[in-house]
Nanobody, 125 residues
Framework: QVQLVESGGGLVQAGGSLRLSCAAS????????MGWFRQAPGKEREFVAA????????TYAGFLKGRFTISRDNAKNTVSLQMNSLKPEDTAVYYC??????????????????WGQGTQVTVAS
C-alpha cells in the first residue's frame, strides 16, 4: 500500500512562489516514477510535471514555460514542485501521484495508481 500526502499549498499573489511537497510511504518509492497533476473548478485534471524514479528524466506540461521545477529526494521519500511566477490561472487543487510501473504515458492520469488527497493553491490577481 502506498500513501501520498501533499503539503505546501496556500494563497499567494500573482508573481509569487510556492513549494509543494509530497511525502510517500511504502518501500517502492525509489523505483516509482512520480507525477504532479492539478484540477481547477469545472475543469478536467491536467498533467503538470513528472519525474522518473532516478530523477534523471523529467517531463513538463508545455504551458509551464519554465516556471515550475519538479524534484525528488529518494532518501526522504519526497517529491516536490517549486512553482514560480504564479498566475491566477494556476489556481487549482494540486495532486501528486505514483505511476504504474511500465504502464501508460507519463502525462496521462490513467497511468497512475496512487493519488494524494490534494493541496489547494490559490493565486490572487
Amino acid at each position: 500500500q502506498v500513501q501520498l500526502v501533499e503539503s505546501g499549498g496556500g494563497l499567494v499573489q500573482a508573481g509569487g512562489s510556492l513549494r509543494l511537497s509530497c511525502a510517500a510511504s511504502g518501500r517502492t518509492f525509489g523505483t516509482s516514477d512520480m507525477g504532479w497533476f492539478r484540477q481547477a473548478p469545472g475543469k478536467e485534471r491536467e498533467f503538470v510535471a513528472a519525474i522518473s524514479s532516478s530523477g534523471r528524466s523529467i517531463t513538463y506540461a508545455g504551458f509551464l514555460k519554465g516556471r515550475f521545477t519538479i524534484s525528488r529526494d529518494n532518501a526522504k521519500n519526497t517529491v516536490s514542485l517549486q512553482m514560480n511566477s504564479l498566475k491566477p490561472e494556476d489556481t487549482a487543487v494540486y495532486y501528486c501521484a505514483r505511476k504504474r510501473l511500465g504502464v501508460g504515458v507519463i502525462s496521462n492520469a490513467n497511468a497512475y495508481d496512487y493519488w494524494g488527497q490534494g493541496t489547494q493553491v490559490t493565486v490572487a490577481s
